[in-house]
């Protein structure tokens, strides 16, 4: 294994590496640039709902077109930017090779493409904000016919006004990023399927792979019927073809069914690798094995499965047959039983344990506790005579911020502050992590839970300005709102704590050593930072990978490379 | 929290019970796994000296507390699924055949209500043909229904997909373009209520305002006497309404 590498170039390093850690760090590094866009665009519609008569500081008069496509590129991009680069490719790249005892990916160029494709994807999102029309600005979800054509006078043109390159170049960013994320999990799942070290089984593997593999295979099974429609509707769009336009016999709803066929699943990719990390934190400082490994790996698969028939709970409101809610509702809510299991062995891995609380640790146990909140006002939505009330309702962008937002930044803050070390060589400073987690939390939840009052008062979401109604314009649902912009500044303005802590570290942190925390999967068995080709030597695995406090060792951890 | 829903004024009340109800049963959970969190983090701070315990989850007893969970979870789904799909039915599926008849005409961005009364068709809308707000509060046009007797709607789209949402009704209908959807609700206490869209529809969405007007039966008898304009019974055209200027 990899003791023959020379050192490589800057180039070789940073533009076109090979290393899965480096690309890993690409991923990590252009998904931050992305999260800094989707809190902006979050600024000029969240100061619009608090000041509407006001222009937006840096912006100016937000109308209600700037206003929807504001919207509508945030969403896109903190899902497909933000949480996937993160959550899946960061540190999918960094920690599968590591953790199973590998020197790199199956397929190293095929990895370095994947994110080449992100890359370009990326650019071309960012441009269609400067195009004639402006970006997409249909909503993240692209319905048409909205989003699709119409024919007046034999010509196309596009419903939602002058958005045309816009919303072209949304699709085909996305569907880029698709192929992007395609190549990237083909490559993970090979890796961790053929390339474990000796003795790791596949019960012998960190959360984290379990979690980051599902997501994976999910995403590959489910994007297809999406990339169709996406394709159907770029058809419609410039070509004039009728998949989706009631007046050439097409089927608007028929998007619906394929975009959730995708959309439903997707959630889950995001959500598991993040508890996939918490799973493999909590027991490192709580210095005990996470609670019901194997009946969670059973339960996750079953949330895999079940993940695709459940979609049609997005649209109980949405012209289907009200037959088929009954079926939804039903296998919606069993959803409660597959997430129960993994919240509860989460929780219980804290029972009769010697916690730490540190930085990683922090994040770990407040994105359970942030998380069990999302999980449970799903109930409410996913029951389709409760959605009646609750449909495009303030609450449900609250619910679905509760489940994404501990998924994507305290998943990441969590991953980013534990595996820092390991990673740049060096620690983070631990009063500059506090002080940001504190903040952070404290101001997700200034801006979340005014938004689910908001929304029990009746205010819906996707709207400039209130003021064309009586009841959903009241003094108290603006305060609330003002409450929630004030505390989104404050959000946003707690990242630069982050940014200055990830990036001052980086430089000049203290030096740490292969296992700063006496950890015990395979990661830890590297120097830090591992250099190319990450071990010295082939590993053996002898036991799973939380094997700590066991009874009669005389550590409180038991590597699982140590005999 | 409960307090702020707005008052129901229609006769889905059993609607108002459910919400109530799985907020009860995940509160519970909520507070139950809160307590566990914190509880367990001051409990089992690191002490000097004290040791974790090794509980893996994998003997019979401990998986045993997974799959009692697993039970508990189950069940009280199965609570809320019973309680659902009765109500959905009633909502969604049950039609009365007899009410009063409402087409609703929804486009880029406004309203058109087509009442169907004895004295004929009555069709309010945000202009009416000489260019003038007709019937319309702020630039919404009403929606007129009385007390007593149930209203049946069938919703169109001259475009894109809108919403049909009155929220002191706990009324919401997608419209779609092609399609005709029918649905129905009966309203108790005389007012003027929001109605909205709640499907995002272009840039002038979150101007596409309408309100409910709910009569007394009498009151309705004379608005439509009021009214009394008979128009074709063909479903309006529509004036192409320039973007509402309000703002």
Known sequence: MGSSHHEPTFTEKYIFPLDHKNIGLQYLLTAMFMACVGGFLAYVFRMKLAWADAPVPLVGDVDGGLYNSMVTMHGTVMIFWVAMPT?????????????????????????????????????????????????????????????????????????????????????????????????GGINFMTTTLNLRTKGMGLFQMPMSLWMINIASLVFALSVGPLVAGAIMMLSDRMVGTGFFNPELGGDPVLFQ????????PEVYVVLLPALGFFADIIPVFARKPFFGYRIVVYFTLFLGALSFIVWAHHQFQAGIDPRM??????????????????????????????????????????????????????IHLGTSASDIY??????????????????????????????????????????????????????????????????????????????????????????????????????????????????RSWASGPKATANPYNATTLEWAAASPPPHGNFDKVLTVYRGPHEYSVPGAKEDFSPQWIQ | ?????????????????????????????????????????????????????????????????????????????????????????????????????????????????????????????????????????NGAPKLHVRTGTKTIYSLNSED????????????????????????????????????????????????????????TPDDYDKWVKAKGVTKADSAPKGVVVAHNAAH
């Open chain 1, 87 to 183: 959550l899946i490719a960061a540190f999918g790249n960094f920690l599968i090779p590591l953790m199973i005892g590998a020197d790199d990916m199956a397929f190293p160029r095929l990895n370095r493409l994947s994110y080449q494709i992100f890359l370009l994807s990326a650019i071309i999102l960012i441009a269609s904000f400067f195009v004639p029309g402006g970006s997409a600005s249909g909503a993240w979800t692209f319905y048409p016919p909205l989003n699709s054509s119409k024919i007046v006078d034999g010509v196309v043109e596009m419903h939602n006004g002058g958005v045309y390159w816009g919303g072209n170049l949304w699709i085909l960013a996305v569907a880029l990023e698709f192929a992007s994320f395609l190549l």
């Open chain 1, 257 to 264: 069914h394929l975009f959730w066929f995708f959309g439903h």
């Open chain 1, 325 to 378: 809610a009954n079926y939804f509702t039903i296998t919606t809510i069993i959803i409660s039983i597959p997430f129960g299991v993994m919240l509860f062995a989460l929780i219980l891995s804290l029972y009769g344990g010697s916690i730490r609380f540190t930085v990683p640790m922090l994040w770990a146990i407040s994105g359970v506790a942030e998380f069990l909140v999302g999980g449970i006002t799903g």
């Open chain 1, 390 to 503: 609750f449909h495009d309702n303030y609450f449900v962008v609250a619910h679905f911020h509760y489940t994404l937002f501990p998924a994507t930044f305290f998943g990441a803050f969590a991953a980013i502050t534990f595996w820092f070390p390991k990673w740049f060589g060096r620690h983070l400073n631990e009063g500059l992590g506090k002080l940001h987690w504190m903040l952070t939390v404290v101001f997700f939840n200034g801006i979340f839970i005014p938004l689910f009052i908001t929304g029990l008062n009746g205010q819906h979401r996707r709207i400039y300005d209130y003021k064309a109604w009586d009841e959903m314009n009241t003094p108290a649902q603006h305060n609330l709102n003002v409450i929630a912009t004030i505390c989104l500044l404050g959000l946003l303005a707690t990242q630069l704590v982050f940014l200055l802590n990830f990036f």
């Open chain 2, 1 to 137: 929290m409960w307090g702020t829903l707005p008052e129901n004024v229609g006769t889905f009340q059993d609607l108002d019970g459910l919400m109530e109800f799985i907020t009860v049963v995940v509160g519970l959970w909520f507070l139950a796994a809160m307590a566990m969190i914190i509880g367990f983090s001051l409990m089992f701070k690191a002490k000097p000296g004290v040791k974790a315990q090794y509980i893996a989850g994998n003997t019979g007893k401990q998986v045993g507390v997974l799959l009692g969970i697993v039970a508990a979870i189950t069940m009280f789904d199965f609570m809320i699924d019973i309680r659902n799909v009765p109500l959905w039915n009633t909502i969604k599926m049950q039609i009365p055949a007899e009410g009063d008849q409402v087409g609703v005409l929804a486009k880029q961005w406004t309203w058109v209500f087509t009442h169907k009364t004895k004295a004929g068709n009555v069709t309010t809308e945000m202009f009416n043909d000489a260019g003038e707000y007709s019937d319309s509060a």
């Open chain 2, 160 to 215: 894109v997909l809108h919403s049909f949402k009155i929220n002191a009704l706990r009324v919401t209908m997608d419209i779609i373009p092609g399609r005709t959807y029918k649905g129905w609700f009966e309203a108790v206490k005389p007012g003027t209520y929001d109605l909205a869209c709640a499907e995002i529809c272009g840039r002038g969405h979150g101007d596409m305002a309408g309100r409910l007007v709910v009569h």
